[in-house]
């Protein structure tokens, strides 16, 4: 009698003295009865599409619920045990009872599980052969390394064969023998290995695998291993050969025990090995010179904002005012996910990469919006309480995209495969704490500033280098106590005070000065119990990029209660500015006022209103403002301008060199202001009360030009109430792209405010527009809902 026998018929002596409900929990059988029988798996995976998927992920991969894909369960391993778990389900979790079942369909549910749980089982199958002299022969003599890659070592060409060692040995050595075997035989609609080959007009003949392809484009990699974006205008000719790529005379060039080292070197290769992939050297990319004269390559989208300088301004102008009006939209990407899409995407030679939902990132070809690879990770740890669940994009340095996750990691992908390079756990957000906005790529440094300011976090923002995730330095944003600025919190209010540094912030190359944005304090609206300034709370801070040490700070507004972040775009400039040749900085921060600094020091230069705002009464000689009192958040509640929301937003901001102005979308509202003690709990929202709307009072939005010599608005141009959910974009052509939060895109004329050209994209928009170019074509790209838009004007266009 096997165990699994004996403990079945324990249960069924258990529960046969019990209630009669429970009698129907018990398995008929010790073992499965339809084991081995490929009909029932084929239903059992019907049925549990029907049933399980939603909550144990396609595949059994795992998702709400845990993993089926493995053959140790830690509720019973043995086929009655998971009879039983499905059975009468888990008490105390999420998995019901599958009462209404019949034994026969919880035995084909069974098998299916099984069926999963082979690929586990093989990959822990033992081989004869020496690994170690396999790997050499795999990157010398066999040269599968030209072709192929384990862990980002290799060739692009063929399959990424990281994880080869969950398929059978002896598929792999069929595989190198016969490349022409099948290695998936049992997917649906596939027809084994294939090459495409395609004919261009300029009398090209190219060899390669398909990569992606619709009816007029085609995304190919040749034999070079070289990506290739075509379009189908230019080809003459395309065809399928359905044979494999790879050499067929292994038999004959190799020995039956190098053969044989090589199976057993694929067999040690379980899953991409992080600690791996950071070791190997990728050379080549996106170098810190092309960032860094971005301008010169304006078809190109190289960082958050455009620029180092945070201007998101494009010189390109092949879509002016006298054209815009033909312009139609050319491709939509779809990316669907639990949240909108709020992402910046980053344009590097034809290739565009983005963030859908948290933890998905896409390369697309950016001419027609097909897709290169997808990286989706599950969150790991969800903080129920999360208030953020969004993604605004992505850095690039090299051949690697980084971006951050609302659990709180920054991770690394190869940018021409989309698989993990590094991954990082940087903190813990069950404590509050996420990553929201896309890291900076500076030359030797991704900088990252962490999201939390709603639940106590003290923020902070960090650099790590680029090839190893390994973090160089952080930058405390809530000084700790042997730190500047310590004492400007009251007793341990530092301890919970906030001040994130979650928005992109700006850098300057050549005074090698990174500038940051901080956030709102906390408890955002109790500003009692924190008193003092509270630095750095909604300020800006210059850092020196080599050692993350502060030179110098300018706080906007201290002692906020108003969640005033000051999360908005820094722009650099340099400009006349009254009569002498200034390195500028400048911002329309969320209190209202519109700020010019002098940023080789910090020195105040302009502060001026850009909206109604009902708590500044200018500024001393140091540029500190001076508050109104009474203008604080208080138990009764204060009405204060603008509102929480802010006169500006996070929302890009778009700086014309040519005109000198800078544009935004504003927000014309006010808050009734109440503070409220909250006790702090850990990882939940910390507010210190909650404001509400001024009873009556009707909000305005626009879009607008500054002066941003002297602040003076030069137009407005209204957009729908309350609907400031976009940002804008000033390009070369003298028309500014503006995203309004009611779902509309809209073209301006730059110099006069004057419509020019609109697209209602039928969702909210809370997404900033872009432009870049492929092959000499402008296209501008805005996400809505969970759709990417590219524009472009008509192809006969002049
Ligand atoms: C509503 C979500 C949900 C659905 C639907 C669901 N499960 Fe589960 N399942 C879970 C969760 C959560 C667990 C983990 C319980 C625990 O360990 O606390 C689980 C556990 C299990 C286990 C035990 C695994 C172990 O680690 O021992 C098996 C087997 C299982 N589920 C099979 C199924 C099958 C088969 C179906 C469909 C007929 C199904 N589940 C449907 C959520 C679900
Ligand atoms: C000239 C390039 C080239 C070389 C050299 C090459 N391969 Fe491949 N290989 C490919 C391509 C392309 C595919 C995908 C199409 C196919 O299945 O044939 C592939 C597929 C495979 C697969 C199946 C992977 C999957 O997920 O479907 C395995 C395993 C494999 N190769 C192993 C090897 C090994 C081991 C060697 C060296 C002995 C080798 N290859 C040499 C190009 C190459």
């Known amino acids: 009698m096997s165990l699994g026998t004996e403990r079945f018929l324990l249960i069924a002596l258990v529960f046969s003295t019990g209630c009669i409900v429970a009698q129907e929990h018990i398995a008929t059988h010790a073992i499965n009865p339809l084991a081995g029988s490929s009909v029932a798996v084929a239903a059992g995976q019907r049925l549990y599409r029907q049933a399980c998927q939603a909550c144990h992920g396609g595949e059994g991969r795992g998702d709400r619920g845990p993993a089926l894909t493995t053959s140790n369960f830690p ?228 960082t958050y904002w455009g620029d180092y300088q945070g201007r998101h301004y494009s010189s390109l102008k092949q879509i002016n005012t006298s054209n815009v009006a033909q312009l139609q939209a050319r491709w939509a990407a779809q990316l669907p996910g639990q949240s909108s899409l709020e992402a910046t995407p980053v344009v590097v030679d034809g290739i565009m990469y983005t963030t859908g939902s948290p933890g998905t990132v896409v390369a697309l070809d950016a001419r027609t919006g097909q897709q290169i690879w997808r990286y989706q990770r599950q969150q790991k740890v969800v903080n129920p309480y999360e208030i953020n669940p969004f993604n605004r ?238 203008t604080a958040a208080s138990p009764e509640g204060t009405v204060v301008y603008p509102s929480g929301g802010g006169g500006n937003n996070w929302r890009s901001p778009s700086y014309d060199p040519a005109s000198g102005w800078m544009y935004l979308v504003f927000t014309e509202s006010g808050e009734r202001y109440v503070r409220q003690f909250e006790e702090y709990e850990i990882g939940r929202e910390y507010w210190g009360g909650r404001g509400t709307r001024i009873p009556g009072a009707v909000d305005t939005a626009g879009v607008m030009a500054l002066d941003s010599e002297t602040g003076d608005v030069k137009w407005r141009y209204k957009i729908s109430q309350a609907s400031s959910g976009g940002g804008v974009l000033a390009t070369g052509g003298g028309v500014l792209f503006a995203a309004a939060g009611d779902g509309n895109l809209v073209a301006l004329d730059s110099k006069t405010g004057t419509l020019l050209w609109r697209f209602q994209t039928g969702s909210r928009i809370g997404a900033s527009p872009m432009t870049y170019a492929v092959d000499g074509k402008q296209f501008v790209a805005i996400s809505a809902g969970s759709v990417l838009y590219s524009f472009a004007l008509p192809d006969s266009t002049k």
């Not at 059975?87 to 105390?92: D, L, P, Q, V, Y």
């Not at 384990?150 to 060409?157: E, H, I, P, V």
């Not at 680029?466 to 500047?484: C, D, H, I, Q, Y």
């Not at 210059?542 to 700070?553: C, E, N, V, Y």
């Open 75 to 302: 509720h019973g391993s043995e086929d009655v045990d998971l009879f039983r778990s499905i059975r009468t389900g888990i008490a105390g979790s999420e998995m019901p009872a599958f009462q209404k079942l019949t034994d026969d369909q919880v035995w084909q549910l069974i098998s299916y599980i099984r069926s999963l749980n082979g690929s586990a089982a093989r990959s822990n199958e033992v081989v004869s052969g020496d690994p170690a002299e396999g790997e050499k022969l795999f990157y010398g003599k066999a040269t599968c390394g030209s072709c192929h890659a384990a862990n980002a070592k290799g060739g692009l060409l063929g399959p990424d064969l990281s994880a080869a060692g969950k398929t059978a040995a002896q598929l792999l050595r069929a595989k190198i023998l016969n490349p022409n075997t099948d290695m998936n035989p049992r997917a649906r609609g596939r027809r084994g290995p294939s090459v495409v080959v395609v004919r261009t007009d300029d009398g090209r003949e190219i060899r390669g695998a398909r990569r992606s392809e619709d009816t007029y484009s085609l995304q190919m990699t040749d034999t070079a291993g070289k990506l290739l974006l075509l379009d189908k205008a230019h080809i003459l000719d395309e065809r399928y050969e359905f044979n494999s790529l790879m050499p067929g005379d292994f038999g004959k060039r190799l020995s039956q025990p190098e053969i044989q080292n090589i199976v057993a070197y694929l067999k040690t290769l379980n899953g991409r090995d992080l600690a791996k992939t950071t070791q190997v050297d990728i050379p080549g990319g996106l170098t810190y010179e092309r960032i860094r004269n971005s301008a010169a390559e304006p078809q190109n989208w190289l």
């Open 393 to 630: 994009g992505v850095a690039v340095l090299g051949n690697r995209v980084f971006f951050g996750t609302l659990d709180a990691a920054l991770i690394a992908l190869d940018s021409r495969t989309g698989l993990p390079l590094w991954e990082v756990q940087v903190d813990d957000t069950m404590k509050g704490y996420s990553f929201t906005s896309a890291p900076l790529a500076i030359k030797d440094k991704i900088i990252i500033g962490i999201t939390g300011g709603e639940f106590g976090i003290p923020g902070y923002v960090d650099a790590y280098d680029p090839a190893t995730g390994k973090r160089l330095w952080r930058f405390n944003t809530v000084p700790g106590p042997s730190e500047f600025g310590h004492d400007t919190w009251l007793g341990d209010s530092w301890m919970r005070g906030g001040a994130p540094g979650w928005l992109t912030g700006s850098y300057d190359p050549d005074l090698d000065v990174l500038y940051w944005p901080i956030g709102n304090p906390g408890p955002d609206s109790d500003a009692e119990i924190r008193k003092g300034d509270n630095l750095f709370s909604c300020s800006v801070v210059a850092l020196d990029p080599s050692t993350g040490q502060r030179k110098w700070h300018y706080q906007f507004t201290p002692n906020d209660s108003h969640d005033w972040d000051a999360t908005e775009d820094v722009l650099l400039v340099n400009r006349v500015f009254h009569g002498q040749n200034r390195k500028l900085l400048l911002q329309a921060d969320r209190n209202g006022i519109f700020y010019v600094l002098d940023r080789t020091n910090g020195k105040f230069l302009l502060g001026k209103s850009f909206v109604r705002q009902t708590w500044n009464d200018g500024f001393d000689e140091n540029g500190r403002p001076k508050i109104i009192p009474g």
